[in-house]
């Protein structure tokens, strides 16, 4: 057994499933204590069961712009003046170290919440640590996307290599012992690709990789937060929307406190009380917070290549534009709208692709299964409960991993990865 697995079954009680070589977690002794998968996605872990950090204060970091030129059919319009260089974050050590790069998930930017926590975690251990934008997000939609479509994963990575060899160009004078590559949900999957890319690139020669809760099958993952916006939420009718019911539970919670605590331990504390929401109204706002993330791509990349389906192609935006009518459309249009209107005929036009289905095998795990179980540096975390995962991909994932799978029974999406038993995992996993 690999010795981060030993590390790891000490601290968390890990077993080994007897039908798959997997490392499953036992409930029994794991302590996550949010065994709630949507209350997890939502609150994260508390404060008290979170790793110790170093303070931003106690990082040298910088955010740096790469001025990257894509070959491209379309030109940015003019209100995209801000977003048309890319921008990402270095935490560098003084000293020669190993570099991990984040790739965040969906729509996230490179300071995202997680990739900051993961940041300081990494940075902390003495790697050097690289933060990159989801090629999801507006900004490498519009400063290093050669498409801006999205949703291609080949395409995605080819895009988000250019991008890694232009910050190691860049930084040049950075003593990197060793190259190391993490992704977080969606980034989970493009650093799967990623590493692919570079078996024949080679320019990095990733040590070590490793996915943190990447959709399985994307359609199956994007299907299940679509799905959750249509949750039916009891209270809310013709005049009381969903986000009037949301605030009013806030404003009775802080009321009640006497104060506003706006930290990290806010959403765990709420749940608490007996303001808490319902199964139904987080399913509604995780469902709602990925509509939001799918109608910004989508508006995006109709903007950008044109395409009149949000925006008519010659309607004059400028700086001072109103784009609410544009982003009421816009969230008309789920992530199955966007793939049917926007990716699958790009993806048709450029490779003469067939149907969905075809499309959905490429831009998923399935794609890489060979290279993914014969692959002993790439690992992968996940959760039991995870509310992106379909009837079948941890059985996938069991079988192409083996032993490189720990499968954790709570956490929902991503809700776990700053508990101290995974954050610990994921360091022995790097060190080796």
């Not at 059985?395 to 991503?414: A, E, I, N, Q």
Request: charged share 20%.
């Amino acid at each position: 057994m690999p010795r981060f697995l030993r590390f790891a079954a000490f601290m968390g009680g890990l077993v080994l499933s007897a039908s798959a070589l997997a490392v499953d977690v036992d409930p029994a002794t794991y302590g996550y204590p949010l065994t709630n998968p949507f209350e997890a996605t939502i609150a994260s872990t508390p404060l008290a069961l979170q790793p110790k950090v170093p303070a931003d204060a106690d990082i040298s970091q910088a955010d740096y712009t790469l001025n990257l030129r894509p070959e491209r059919q379309f030109t940015l319009p003019d209100n995209f003046w801000a977003v048309k260089k890319l921008r990402y974050r270095l935490a560098k050590q003084d000293h020669p170290a190993p570099l991990i790069f984040l790739i965040a998930g969906t729509g996230a930017p490179y300071n995202s919440t997680i990739n900051e926590f993961l940041k300081r975690l990494y940075y902390g251990a003495g790697y050097n640590v690289v933060q990159l934008s989801s090629p999801t997000s507006f900004d490498f939609m519009s400063a290093a996307s050669r498409f801006a479509t999205p949703g291609v994963t080949k395409e995605d990575a080819e895009d988000l290599y250019r991008v890694m060899q232009a910050v190691r160009a860049q930084q040049s004078d950075l003593q990197i012992t060793d190259y190391y590559l993490s992704g977080y949900s969606l980034g989970a999957l493009d650093a799967a690709f990623v590493s692919q890319l570079d078996e024949t690139r080679k320019s990095f020669n990733f040590k070590r990789v490793l996915l943190l809760n990447p959709p399985v099958n994307l359609y199956t993952s994007i299907s299940n937060l679509d799905k959750l916006v249509q949750t039916e939420v009891k209270g809310i009718n013709n005049s009381t929307t969903f986000y009037e019911l949301v605030l009013a539970k806030l404003t009775r919670y802080f009321k009640q406190k006497g104060y506003i605590d706006l930290n990290d331990a806010l959403l765990f504390d709420f749940q608490q009380s007996k303001e808490h929401l319902t199964n139904e109204q987080m399913a509604m706002l995780i469902g709602t917070s990925f509509r939001f993330s799918a109608a910004d791509i989508a508006f995006t990349s109709d903007l950008i290549n044109r395409r009149g389906l949000i925006t008519p192609p010659k309607y004059p935006i400028t700086e001072g534009t109103s784009l609410t009518p544009f982003l009421k459309r816009a969230l008309q249009c789920d992530f199955d709208c966007y793939l049917t209107n926007q990716v699958i005929p790009m993806w048709r036009a450029r490779t003469d692709g067939g149907s969905l289905l075809q499309l959905v095998d490429q831009v998923s795990l399935y794609a890489l299964k060979d290279y993914l179980h014969n692959s002993p540096k790439i690992s992968v975390m996940h959760n039991a409960d995870d509310v992106i995962l379909g009837a079948g991909d941890l059985g996938f994932l069991r079988k192409t991993f083996g032993d490189r799978l720990t499968v954790y029974p709570y956490g929902g999406h991503c809700g776990n990865l700053n508990y101290r038993v995974n954050s610990d995992a994921m360091l022995e996993f790097f060190r080796g």
